[in-house]
């Protein structure tokens, strides 16, 4: 059973679109991140949720925004995508924010090309 | 907020040597914590180790060992008789107490050829 799992694993789609990104955990942790890794592999985390609240909001743009319908899921919506969104976007899950001795635990990833 | 300096880019080795991934932080926090990611070609991102700031003890774990010394900032990482399949990219990774996030190093490609 996959512990933490983003759908889809690719996702190829024109500029201007509007696309979303899910992730599920089934580790029943608290706490759950999205992290944009750009093509020189520099890991950058954007978002994090725990228990549906927002505890981090880095500067991201307005297009991005994250929900949470319950503790389990965070998804990730794009709107207006552009080309510098290319990325791959990693979903994480923890425990608790104060218990990153955890550490996190990371989905597979999302390959976004914008074309 | 924390940062992290992984100043090896590439390593290249020859399978069965001994290679070590350096790993320099800077922190404001009194009490953190230090992970070592491995991501193969594959793309997914690996745990390998978490380790306190108050536990400076080194820890071995098969072919990996990890040095951690608090005074000089550095959480090393050594692969000892290195094997094709450890051709990853390492990312060294501090984590504070709150808020549980982590900021990752640039990560060094490690490459092992046969």
């Known amino acids: 059973d996959t512990a933490v799992s983003q759908t889809p694993k690719y996702l190829v789609t024109q500029m201007g679109n509007d696309k979303s990104i899910k992730c599920e955990q089934n580790l029943g942790h608290d706490t759950m991140y999205w992290y944009k890794q750009d093509s020189k592999k520099f890991l950058k985390i954007m978002f994090s949720y725990n228990n549906k609240e927002l505890i981090i909001n880095e500067t991201v743009p307005n297009r991005f925004s994250p929900k949470s319908p319950d503790k389990a899921h965070l998804n990730l919506h794009i709107n207006s995508l552009e080309l510098g969104d290319s990325a791959v976007y990693f979903c994480?899950?923890?425990?608790?924010?104060?218990?990153?001795?955890?550490?996190?635990?990371f989905g597979q990833g999302t390959r976004l090309t914008v074309v | 907020a924390q940062k992290v300096t992984q100043a090896q880019t590439e390593i290249s080795v020859v399978e069965k040597e001994d290679v070590t991934l350096d790993c320099v932080y800077e922190t404001r926090d009194t009490t953190y914590y230090l992970f070592w990611y491995k991501q193969p070609p594959s793309g997914e991102l690996v745990f390998l180790i978490r380790r306190n700031s108050f536990d400076e003890q080194n820890e071995i774990s098969g072919r990996y060992s990890w040095n951690f010394q608090k005074s000089t900032s550095s959480f090393n990482f050594t692969i000892t008789a290195s094997q094709v399949v450890d051709s990853a990219v390492y990312f060294c990774a501090p984590g504070g107490s709150t808020l549980g996030r982590l900021y990752f190093g640039r990560g060094t490609q490690l490459t092992v050829w046969p």
């Open positions: 994480a899950s923890s425990s608790r924010p104060g218990q990153a001795s955890n550490g996190a635990f």
